[in-house]
Structure formats: C-alpha cells, structure tokens
C-alpha cells in the first residue's frame, strides 16, 4: 500500500478529514485538483458559513479554530424567519437553546485556509495537488485510485470528498438522489445604515428568497435565490445600481445598503447519496450529503460525516482491527444517515413550500410560521437543531 488513506479532494470536509486523522500513525494522502498556492490563500468565494457549537468544538478539537482570527467569528445570537411582506415572522432567540449564541458565522475562505494549514503542519498527511482523480476501483484488500498525470495510488481505504457532483461517487457506482430546483443563489458583503442586532434573517419574500446573515459591525453577509434569468441582471449591474436594487429589494428594512465584495453565484441543488459506503470506500462532505443552503447545515454536516468517520477508524487503528472493514463503514453509514436526513427532509420541504408562489401556499406558508411562532417547544426544537444540540 502506497498510503492508509487516500481523500479525494481538500475542500473544506476532506481537508477537515485528514485533519481528525493528523498525527496518528495512518499515512494519509489528500488528493486535489487545485494547486496548492490557491489552497494555502483561499479567495473568497461570497459564503459566510453559519457553524453550529456541535461544529465549533470540532474545530477545536481539530486544531482549526485556534487559527482562526479572533475577529473573524461574529456571533450569531437569534434569527428571524419572514413570509411575504409580513413583518410577523417566527423568532429563534439563543435563549431557546440555553446558549449565549445559536452559533457562529465565519468566511468558507477563512476556513478552508485554516484547515489548509492544520493539515499541512501534521507530520502524516501528503498533499497531492494541481491533478485529479480520473479513476478508481476497490476490491475486498484496498483500492486503487489513478491520477490524471498516470500516477497510480493504492490504499487501504479511499475517502470521496469531491463536491455535491463527486465523480468518484458516480465511477463507484453509487446512485444519488438529486434535486435542482432550477434556482440560482448570490452571495455578497453588503454594508448597512441599520445595525442587524447579530440577528439572521431568513425571508421567503413572493418572488424572491432573502438572507441576511450578520458579520462583525454593520456588515452582512447578503443570499438572494432567484431564477436564472432574473439573476443575470443583478449579478452583471453596476454597484451603484445594485445597491440601489438591494435596498429596494430588502424593502429599506436595514435603510441604504452597500456592495463591500465581489458577488458570487452558485445553482441551487441539493444531493442525497443513495450509499454513504462500498467496499473499502466511503463518501464524506456534500459528495454524500449537499444540503440546500437554506437551513446553513452543509458544512455542518460535512464536518459531523468526517468526525465520525475518524473516530470510527482511529478506534479500528488502537485496537489493531481493519480501519475500513465493512462493520466500521457501515457503522457510519447508519450514524451519518441518522443524523442527516431528517433535516435533509424537512429543508427540501421547507424550500419547496417557501417558494411555491400558488395561493394556498401563501396562506398555508403564513400559517406554519404564525403557529411555529407560538409553539415555543417548537422554536426550542429548531433552537437544538441549530445550535447543533441535536
Ligand atoms: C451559498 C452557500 C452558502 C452556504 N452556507 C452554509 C452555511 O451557512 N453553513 C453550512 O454548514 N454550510 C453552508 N454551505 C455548504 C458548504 O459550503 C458546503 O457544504 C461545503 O463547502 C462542502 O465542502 P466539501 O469539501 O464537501 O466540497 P467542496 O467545497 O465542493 O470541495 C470539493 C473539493 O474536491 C476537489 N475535487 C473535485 N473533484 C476532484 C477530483 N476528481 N480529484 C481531486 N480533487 C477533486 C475540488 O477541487 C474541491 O476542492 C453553503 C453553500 C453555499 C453554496
């Protein structure tokens, strides 16, 4: 065997992976299609990512949370879920979690070079860049992956976190079921006149779905999902004219509203992995479970796959058993599905409902919030969810 471990792709949940497995004695090696200039200094790429105190202590744990700055994690203390022009929504306050926070919010890029340089300082974990997986194969020993460059590499288990459209998934065989809902979603940093109180905004608007998620000062974090065609002005307009657009659009709730940042665009689908698993071969990160945005858990559950995964195997390692024995991959197929696809349901619900534009939708949309607003086991239930208490 070349390595222990072979990872497909170092975004943020196989760099996280490798991360869980640092400075064990298992030889990882981490395979990646970008150089490594562009994982060393991360650009960003528009999302703030909304992490929950279950993803916050892995971090920790991980060694990645100590590396990032200080000022770069804004507290995200309640969140409000809007309906059409209605200022009544449902309020999630931090309160409902018994935490000072529901959470925490911090740049994709800032995370992805934290865990960039955690992975690069442990002693055990190779890095492969600037060339892809173009093939893979297992058999009951190990598998074998093959690189664009010819390479070969050969491993007692290979780990697939290669994107929402993971070709290894697709070569392993293994179906997914997928939902694209035909929507486009921009992110940008917008300034603001009004403060945002640290309060996250979810707002189903008719015809448009809104997000504001508050950054450290008057600064949030902007999520507008439209269709594709109502998109391409706003992604190609001039500052001036977009600010103007968004403050219109925001209904001047948070008075003028500024451009600070580039604007980023990403189609919305959401992906659930029929298998999590296969013979000495395992799926981690959106490559087995790419949420819909909306509910902010995709790197949340990113980062859960991968920590159970590597206890799983670090476990396997002490006792001196198989780390990729069918037991221990499919131990973590049932914990993972477990813990995702409930959510993963009730989100493609929610998103389904929240932009259905028929009438019956709109009144039942206006009644599902007004009652979650009044059932506070409710709001504690989604506080839990959240918070990552669940
Ligand atoms: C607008 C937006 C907002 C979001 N907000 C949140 C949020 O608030 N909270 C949250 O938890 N999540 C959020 N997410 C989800 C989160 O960003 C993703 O879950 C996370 O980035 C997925 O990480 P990943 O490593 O699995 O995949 P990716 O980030 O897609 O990385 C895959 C990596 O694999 C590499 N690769 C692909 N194919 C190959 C190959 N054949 N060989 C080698 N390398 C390969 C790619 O170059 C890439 O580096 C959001 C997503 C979006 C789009």
Redesign the pocket.
Known sequence: MDFDIVV???????LCFACALADTKLRIAL????PEAVLAEPAFD??????THFSADVLRQLGIWERLDASAISPLRDAKVLNGPSLQGMNIEHRHGNKAELGYLIS?HLIRKAAYDAAKSSHNVTLITET???DLHTDSDGGTVTLANGDTLRALLIVA????F???RRAMGISARMHDFGKI?M?CCMEHDEPHEHVAWEWFDYGQTLAL?PMNGNRSSV?ITLPHHAMQPLLAMEPEAFNQAMTTRFAHRLGDMRLVSTRHS?PLVAVYADKFVAPRFAL????AV??H?VT???????LRGADTLAQGIIKAFRDGGDIAGPALLQAYQRKHRRATLPLFVATHAVAKLYTSESMPSRLLREALIGVGQRITPFKKLVAATLTGAR
Not at 46 to 51: H, K, M, S, V
Not at 296 to 302: E, I, L, R
Request: proline residues 4%; without cysteine; negative net charge.
């Open positions: 497909v792709g170092a975004g943020p949940a196989g395979v990646e299609t970008q528009g999302r703030e990512i909304a992490l994709n892809r997986v173009t976190a290669d994107s929402r993971s070709a290894t979603m992110v998620l999520v990403y981690v990160g959106d490559a790419g949420m945005p902010a858990h995709g790197f949340n559950f990113g």
